[in-house]
């Protein structure tokens, strides 16, 4: 059999449908028939004739690439059981990329790359755990990614999707139900989450996790939620992100010194990258002493932030 090479999925395609009674090779003397239904190729290494046969290797690498890009295509199941049995090497490079994807957690592009890859191989094994509950994680990570944040409700909603499906195969897995008890908090559904989190909190077998998270039903125990759910928030930096790389400075620094008062999003997710976000409008509106107390704080959080770092030099007053 032909060896393919993956190409970037940024490809265009065009669609030929296979002949009746096609097969491809799968090694020595053994071959699978090939469905009679349109076919995805390359464009730019397609027969300019599509009535000529493509290679395997065209056919291969088109299915392939057309995966990347739609894996939710009508499709799909069929156009992954051809890789598996036809380029069985293919679906090994996916695993191959997500080993490497894996170390990129909150990359936003490893993590758009990522959920594509994870859905071709769920299409071969549906039931499987780790890929269903490594897909609500990055759905997660997006909503909460700085410029994802405007998608936050959407991002959320396919997040618990599937970390639900996931609970259908392990009930009890403590990652997987803190996860889903994160995801109902940050969308305002508190009852749930404090099930959820109930759930997994004895089962966490890290102690600090395992206090922290009990603190949390705690509070929520004692009525002490957000003033908004938490999406809406994001969904607000979101827009003052967009505001601000427009050009905007003026309006970024309100909207984001609103949420600054709110209080919920620096107390619920201190992060670095969130500060620097804050110093950055601050700067932008002309209260530098705003901007370095912010700026402050991100380098606190995270001390190899850079950005941050630089920005700080910038506000610092002189002496």
């Not at 403590?174 to 305002?188: A, D, K, P, R």
């Not at 989190?197 to 206090?211: D, P, T, Y």
């Not at 705690?218 to 994001?234: C, K, W, Y």
């Not at 209080?263 to 201190?270: T, Y």
């Amino acid at each position: 059999m032909t060896t393919v090479s993956p190409k970037p999925a940024t490809a265009a395609f065009v669609f030929w449908t296979p002949p009746p009674g096609m097969t491809l090779s799968v090694g020595d003397d053994e071959h699978i028939d090939l469905p009679v239904i349109p076919i995805p190729l390359c464009a730019a290494d397609a027969p300019a004739d599509l009535t000529v046969t493509p290679s395997e290797r065209l056919i291969g690498e088109g299915i392939y690439e057309y995966l990347r890009v739609h894996p939710d295509t009508d499709n799909a199941a069929i156009f992954a059981d051809i890789l598996r049995q036809a380029y069985p090497f293919l679906i090994s490079d996916i695993g191959s990329q997500l080993l490497l994807l894996d170390f990129r957690p909150h990359d936003d592009v490893a993590l758009q790359t990522k959920i594509p890859l994870l859905k071709i191989l769920l299409l071969l094994d549906d039931t499987n755990f780790g890929l269903l509950h490594k897909l609500g994680v990055a759905c997660f990570n997006l909503a909460v990614h700085p410029r994802h944040q405007i998608a936050a409700t959407e991002h959320l909603k396919l997040a618990r999707q599937w970390f639900e499906k996931a609970r259908r195969v392990r009930p009890d897995e403590e990652s997987n139900l803190n996860y889903l008890g994160q995801v109902c908090y940050l969308t305002g559904n508190y009852h749930q989450a404090k099930l959820y989190w109930q759930g997994a909190v004895n089962r966490l077998k890290n102690q600090q996790e395992q206090s922290q998270l009990q603190e949390r039903l705690d509070l929520l125990a004692q009525g002490v939620v957000p003033i908004e759910p938490l999406q809406m928030q994001l969904e607000q930096l979101g827009q003052a992100r967009q505001l601000f790389d427009s050009g905007d400075l003026a309006k970024a620094y309100e909207h984001t010194e609103k949420l600054v008062h709110q209080g919920d999003l620096l107390r619920e997710l201190p992060h670095a990258d969130l500060y620097y976000f804050i110093g950055l409008c601050r700067e932008g509106g002309d209260d530098l002493a705003g901007a370095f107390e912010a700026l402050t704080m991100a380098c606190q959080l995270d001390d190899k932030h850079e950005q941050a770092r630089t920005a700080l030099q910038r506000v610092s007053p002189t002496t």
